[in-house]
């Protein structure tokens, strides 16, 4: 059965022929449909990197190729803005895999003449891999394609003498690494199985694998070429020639960069480690081992056993190894890039809040405050203890860049967009654009925020310059277009109400530049404008954060004035707290007070009287949680907060 | 007038047939005017605005956008002294030839270019434009202009890059890309009297680690690594020795305003090296504990070094931003200075800060000696981030000063850089957006009066519209670089370098305030 089916490569029968084909559509059709369905590729977009930053025009383009892994870079970043769209992002990737597969399959076909109908799908599946843990390695991708792609036409125009075609595999592993880094040197393991003896469909050509030995001997001219000429690229193109230091050199290109988020890379190393593998899998025959184990029944019936079981461990490996931890937390800052404040807090809802990065958090407060629930409901929600809070709530001076994690910074700071802005800070909007720009290089968000900073200061010439450099990024071309007739037909953008609302809320003072915080700056909105709700909301939530009872009931006329008539409910716990504790009886006249939120109170002090004498703090602690969960008595104890029941 | 069709890119071909013909073609198989022809009543609308600037003979063509609505465009460019050059253009943009521009304006030195634009309505009808004026100096400009290229403000950096620019056409090469040495950053590059053959760049380390802040020195071919960050730096006429000032500098970013960073010194003093012997000296002339001196700057003649100097007005020089920082006013000072002695004259106020109403920053002599353009700004020592910022010009012969304002604008206009005929000021200006610092060029004539200035030219006319880099710290030269881009990348990422022993000052070592103390400053120069 095994033989037969090897020898369909020779057979052109079309029944057989069709095999291959089934299996790819069948595989380009589940990864397709995965990919749209499951892994969404939108959710992409809010993460940094995920949709790499891409413009047309020369420069651009003459800027990406310059250095080592440029080109596939490029494709790859070109490929990645379809991601965008779910549906055609899916398809891109899934084509972009097939396409590896196919490739990958006929280099099997060459370097072992067996047909290796299942290399081809399996390569498409597990090509899945690093997108179903949320990691975009479509460069990795897209390198392999150009090794495999080269090799294969290698084996099909390089000349039959041993000196040439050492001397065309060195120059195309040169050109490789600088067109598509270092992944692409696993063509070196396609040249070392072209020149392995495997075949009178080598480059030597047919009958060479009759010849006598010395000449697989020869053979190893070009391998040695290939390898020489693989050691030597990243140092003499990528150090010398690019001016890279040495872990650059040798991490172009490839996933295992240091600037790569965490996620997927180890997935992704493996895909370019199961690159090479499957062709030294492929140099030991072990296809053909089936073949000689025996003529019993059970030699007979484990291939297909095999094969079947593979397929389907192939088939299920994306399910099994999808990251739904990452997607659901990248949904979440996906409906709060669109200002679908009511679905993030669904879906936050459904996350389990150890899980929380540090984005979700901020992108949960963000939708509480544009809820007007934020003093009701933060401690329903996880609120790490000693996070800044402009890290917290995303809004403030770019403290948010001196954030501990490498990935919850990332993703608070491009997932969404600026509440600085929102609030009337606009000169920490710019900031944080700027910094956001050195930090990452260009990306879309920032050259749209910095866009939208110089309308409401005011400098539409300098906004033009944003807006034209955004249009030549793919998809930004309409809606800046749009921007800049607006400009045109009205410089002042007097017309324009969101301008016109930030601009009437902008902070005008600074006493001292040496106070720079989150409580100044809300303190200064206020002072502009008492009507500033979102800034009046934070100035009593970071007072609540900081647990500074005092200023939560100093900040209440803020709270008033900017329209509130009913006290929120932790700002009511924090002033219960205040009287129990301190002693301090507050002025509640005028408010309308919720009785619900008194009689609670009283409950958990008899209960957690009871429970420190029987048990301790602890003992408490452990009332808070369970019966108490989303309260600010919580927090303030023992500074835990949520998850809300 | 004679039409002849143009192709892009042969340009030697239509330099012969200009030869042959006698007169200048740049033709187009596009739309021509017929008989009737409106009049709009006012010269077109033009970008970059090039309306009635003074250029130098030896420019790069001024290619140039008409903002003017139309489906067509004609556009003549006639020279007093003879020639034409004559494109069409379907969407506007108008690029000269190179050669054919040369060539009109080799024709037309110290003459009168007139700019004619036509434009085709959608409805068919042609409407001319009021001519516009273009003269053309005598005098040229020094062809090589170097300059940073980088984001509008940053505190952290991204892919900065010094270039240089063949001014009188369109190649420009990196000098030194922070890539090149692990995305670090470069700064403070300048040159002795307009020429590299001694020079020096400041270099911060990026991501390669051990990689301290240094100096880049380039004398006589030989490229060196100093391992003392050198801040602003004045080069001597006789390109061995270099003033630079030791800078405590500190970045701060505004909550409101327009103007969101903003860099002061905590302090600041002048140094001497002599590049030679490596030993650095000073005086409390230049380097007066009580005072910030900065912006060091020779005249021609190398006997007297100018800069600017303030009291320092803060008790804690390690206080985050001093209470009094925005009272900070420089006055433009000088000394004599014998090199070989190393003796330091008295310090004379060249300009004080009350008299002119600011602070007197970059004080930069003319090179016969006898004019001094500076920056006045409200404050500080960073002129670039206050739109306050004008050039100033004081006539050192007779002590009178005034407000350049031929080259003035409401944004901030800073750091500049003579040619060295004297005729050509290379400078920073805002001007056009308020937040992206352009390279301006003005001509200055003999009399003192400068002309209207004109941004440096680009191949694309449409490259000012969507450029979100800066093009900061402009310096003129009269020859290019001698030594490539991979060599200064090479000795910037070298770890070995001369160290020069610094005198026992206030920022000198052994200091309170070395730690910190930087002869580059963090921030994006002017």
């Not at chain 2, 670039?384 to 000063?401: E, F, K, N, Q």
Request: proline share 7%; hydrophobic share 45%; with cysteine.
């Amino acid at each position: 059965m095994q033989q037969q089916g090897d020898r369909a490569t020779t057979d052109p029968a079309a029944p057989r022929a069709a095999v291959p084909l089934a299996w790819s559509v069948a595989s380009l059709a589940f990864c397709s449909l995965y990919l749209w369905l499951a892994v969404r590729p939108e959710l992409f977009y809010p993460d940094v990197g995920g949709v790499p930053f891409f413009q047309w025009g020369t420069t651009f383009f003459s800027d990406s190729v310059a250095i080592p892994g440029g080109l596939a870079g490029y494709a790859a970043a070109l490929v990645s803005q379809t991601l965008r769209s779910g549906l055609l992002g899916a398809l891109a990737v899934a084509a972009n895999l097939q396409l590896l597969g196919s490739l990958a399959g006929a280099c099997w076909r060459l370097l072992t003449h067996r047909p290796g109908t299942w290399v081809a799908p399996a390569i498409t599946v597990l090509g899945m891999m690093p997108f179903v843990r949320y990691g975009n390695f479509l460069p990795a991708v897209e390198a392999l394609i150009a090794a495999s792609g080269v090799a294969l036409l290698g084996a099909r125009f390089a000349p039959r003498a041993v000196g040439p075609r050492a001397a065309l595999y060195a120059a195309a592993v040169i050109g490789l690494y600088q067109a598509a880094g270092v992944v692409s040197l696993a063509f070196v393991a396609l040249c070392i199985g072209l020149e392995a003896g495997h075949g009178s469909g080598g480059p030597g050509g047919a009958g060479e694998a009759d010849a006598p030995r010395r000449v697989d001997r020869l053979r190893l001219l070009p391998i040695a070429a290939a390898v020489a000429a693989a050691l030597a690229a990243p140092l003499a193109v990528g150090v010398w020639w690019a001016e890279l230091t040495l872990p650059e050199a040798l991490s172009c290109g490839a996933p295992w960069s240091p600037d790569r988020p965490d996620s997927g890379a180890g997935w992704a190393v493996a895909l370019v480690v199961a690159f090479p593998a499957g062709v030294a899998l492929a140099l030991l025959g072990l296809p053909g081992l089936a073949c000689r184990l025996g003529a019993g029944w059970t030699a007979r019936v484990r291939p297909a056993l095999a094969r079947g079981m593979l397929a389907v461990a192939i088939a299920a490996t994306p399910f099994f190894s999808h990251n739904r931890d990452a997607r659901d937390a990248l949904c979440v800052l996906e409906s709060g890039r669109r200002g679908d404040w009511r679905q993030v807090l669904h879906l936050a809802s459904r996350m389990a809040p150890a899980g929380y990065p540090l984005g979700v958090v901020a992108t949960v407060n963000k939708a509480l405050l544009a809820e007007g629930t934020l003093l009701d409901d933060m401690f329903g929600w996880p609120q790490p203890p000693g996070t800044p809070p402009e890290l917290l709530f995303q809004a403030g001076f770019g403290e948010r860049l001196r954030a501990s994690s490498r990935g919850a910074r990332l993703a608070i700071f491009l997932a969404t967009p600026s509440l600085s802005l929102e609030l009337g800070l606009a000169n920490e909007a710019e900031h944080e654009a700027y910094e956001a720009w050195g930090t990452f290089g260009p990306q879309v968000p920032v050259l749209r925020q910095l866009a939208l900073v110089n309308l409401v200061k005011g400098r539409p010439a300098a906004a033009s310059v944003f807006l034209r450099d955004l249009a030549r990024c793919p998809g930004e071309q309409a809606e800046a277009r749009a921007v800049l007739e607006r400009i045109a037909r009205d410089p002042g953008l007097t017309g324009w109400p969101y301008i016109r609302r930030i601009r009437s809320r902008l902070r005008r003072t600074e006493e001292d530049p040496n106070r720079q915080g989150f409580r100044t700056s809300m303190e200064a909105l206020v002072a502009v404008d008492p009507a500033n709700v979102a800034a009046a909301d934070l100035l009593v939530a970071e007072a609540l954060l900081t647990r500074d009872l005092d200023r939560v009931a100093a900040a209440l006329p803020r709270l008033g004035a900017a329209g509130r008539r009913r006290l929120p409910r932790h700002c009511h716990e924090a002033l219960l707290i205040r009287e129990a504790h301190l002693g301090k009886k507050p002025d509640l006249g005028g408010w309308e007070v919720d009785a619900g939120t008194a009689s609670r109170f009283r409950t958990f002090t008899s209960a957690s009287t009871a429970a420190l004498n029987a048990g301790g703090p602890g003992a408490v602690a452990e009332l808070a949680a369970r019966d108490y969960p989303d309260t600010y008595y919580r927090y303030y104890l023992f500074t835990a907060a949520g998850p809300r029941r | 007038m004679i039409f002849a069709t143009f192709k892009p890119g042969t340009a030697p071909v239509e330099a012969v047939a200009a030869a042959v013909l006698g007169l200048l073609i740049c033709g187009c198989g596009g739309w021509t005017p017929g008989a009737e022809v409106g009049a709009a009543g006012r010269p077109p609308a033009l970008s970059p605005d090039y309306r009635s600037v003074t250029i130098p003979p030896n420019i790069a063509p001024l290619n140039v956008r008409v903002v003017e609505a139309g489906t067509a465009f004609h556009v003549t460019l006639e020279g007093e002294g003879g020639g034409a050059l004559v494109v069409a253009s379907g969407d506007g943009n108008v690029r000269f030839p190179v050669a054919p521009w040369r060539e009109l304006l080799g024709r037309n030195r110290g003459k009168r270019l007139t700019l004619r634009v036509v434009t085709r309505g959608a409805d068919g009808r042609a409407t001319a434009y009021s001519p516009v004026r273009i003269e053309v100096a005598r005098e040229e400009i020094d062809p090589v202009l170097v300059y940073r290229f980088i984001v509008p403000h940053f505190n952290v950096w991204n892919d900065i890059r010094i270039c240089q620019r063949d001014l009188t056409g369109f190649t420009v090469e990196p000098v030194l890309r922070g890539l090149q040495f692990g995305n670090g950053c470069t700064n403070c590059h300048a040159f002795s009297a307009g020429s590299p053959r001694s020079m020096s760049i400041g270099t911060r380390g990026g991501r390669l680690p051990g990689l301290s802040s240094a100096s880049l020195v380039l004398r006589d071919g030989e490229l060196r690594r100093v391992k003392s960050p050198w801040g602003y730096t004045a080069w001597h006429p006789d390109g061995r020795h270099a003033a630079y000032s030791l800078n405590r500098v500190r970045q701060f970013f505004h909550g409101a305003g327009q103007q969101v960073p903003d860099v002061l010194d905590l302090d600041s003093e002048i140094v001497v090296c002599d590049v030679e012997t490596g030993q650095v000296f000073t005086s409390p002339a230049i380097a007066n504990p009580d005072r910030l001196e900065t912006y060091p700057g020779w005249s021609p003649d190398g006997r007297t070094l100018y800069f600017s100097s303030a009291p320092i007005l803060w008790t804690d020089r390690h206080r985050m931003i001093p209470d009094r920082y925005s009272e900070v006013r420089y006055d433009l000072c000088r000394v004599a200075v014998d090199l070989k002695t190393r003796r330091f004259g008295k310090v004379e106020t060249v300009l004080s800060a009350a008299d002119a109403g600011g602070s007197v920053l970059i004080g930069r002599v003319s090179p016969d000696g006898r004019w001094l353009v500076s920056c006045v700004c409200d404050y500080g020592c960073f002129p670039i981030y206050r739109p306050s910022s004008d050039l100033h010009l004081i006539d050192l012969s007779t002590g009178a000063r005034r407000k350049l304002e031929e080259w003035s604008s409401p944004e901030s206009d800073s750091y500049h850089s003579w040619s060295s005929n004297g005729r050509w000021c290379a400078f920073s200006s805002k001007r056009d957006t308020g937040v992206f610092t352009r390279t301006y060029f003005g001509y200055f004539g003999p009399d003192g009066r400068g002309a209207k200035p004109f941004v440096l030219p680009q191949e694309d006319p449409e490259f000012y519209d969507s450029c979100t880099r800066t093009f900061t710290v402009p310096e003129l030269l009269r020859e290019p670089i001698p030594v490539g881009s991979r060599a200064f990348g090479r000795a910037a990422r070298s770890s070995a370098g001369a160290s020069l022993s610094l005198p026992a000052t206030t920022l000198g070592p052994g200091s309170a305030a070395t730690e910190g103390a930087s002869g580059s400053s963090r921030s994006g120069l002017q």
